[in-house]
T-cell receptor
């Protein structure tokens, strides 16, 4: 079975500061990993995904994530937070074998303080 | 242009009164998903269709049913809504069911049960 753990249900940063949202995964097969963002009363939007190519993945809105197999991690970062980044962020894991839907983490709510 | 469209965005229903939520897609994707998301929680997969093949999650209550009359449309039927069924319901699609393909989400329908 696959799972993801997002450390910290709520992260607060100042505008212009580094954003770091943590995600650790568990998978018995090589995983596919995703970060999604959800703004209030909206659906989920894909930020970026790792599918066994480059370990450093760049996404939209200046976000990037690095796949570290030794640490079973896929943390999301952005060098400088904007007010518009305030949202809920979900890490998700999928299997590289078989047709299995994504498994989502519990989410991390990012607040950006002016 | 919206590619996964959910109607209505907000739905109020009475306790025990059947309600149907709808989802349509313009992407011609094979797979359609229904997720339930309660406040401050991760999306929880209820079921998904791969073409016409229906896949129900083991812990999805019998109160929840789904129909997919054609590629473009998928419906979520709640036969007798309870107060605990109040949530955001998210529809998503993907081209294939393999986990390396991106899931596209609709904006969701927020269901209130009174």
């Amino acid at each position: 079975a696959q799972s993801v753990t997002q450390l910290g249900s709520h992260v607060s940063v100042s505008e212009g500061a580094l954003v770091l949202l943590r995600c650790n995964y568990s998978s018995s097969v090589p995983p596919y990993l995703f970060w999604y963002v959800q703004y209030p009363n909206q659906g989920l939007q894909l930020l970026l995904k790792y599918t066994s190519a480059a370990t450093l993945v760049k996404g939209i809105n200046g976000f990037e994530a690095e796949f570290k197999k030794s640490e079973t991690s896929f943390h999301l970062t952005k060098p400088s937070a904007h007010m518009s980044d305030a949202a809920e962020y979900f890490c998700a894991v999928g299997s590289s074998s078989g047709n299995t839907p994504l498994v989502f983490g519990k989410g991390t709510r990012l607040s950006v303080i002016a | 242009d919206a590619m996964v469209i959910q109607n209505p965005r907000y739905q109020v229903t009475q306790f025990g009164k059947p309600v149907t939520l709808s989802c349509s897609q313009t992407l011609n994707h094979n797979v359609m998903y229904w997720y339930q998301q309660k406040s401050s929680q991760a999306p929880k997969l209820l079921f998904h269709y791969y073409d016409k093949d229906f896949n129900n999650e083991a812990d999805t209550p019998d109160n929840f049913q789904s129909r997919r009359p054609n590629t473009s449309f998928c419906f979520l039927d709640i036969r007798s809504p309870g107060l605990g069924d109040a949530a955001m319901y998210l529809c998503a699609t993907s081209r294939e069911g393999t986990a390396n393909t991106e899931a596209f989400f609709g904006q969701g329908t927020r269901l209130t049960v009174v």
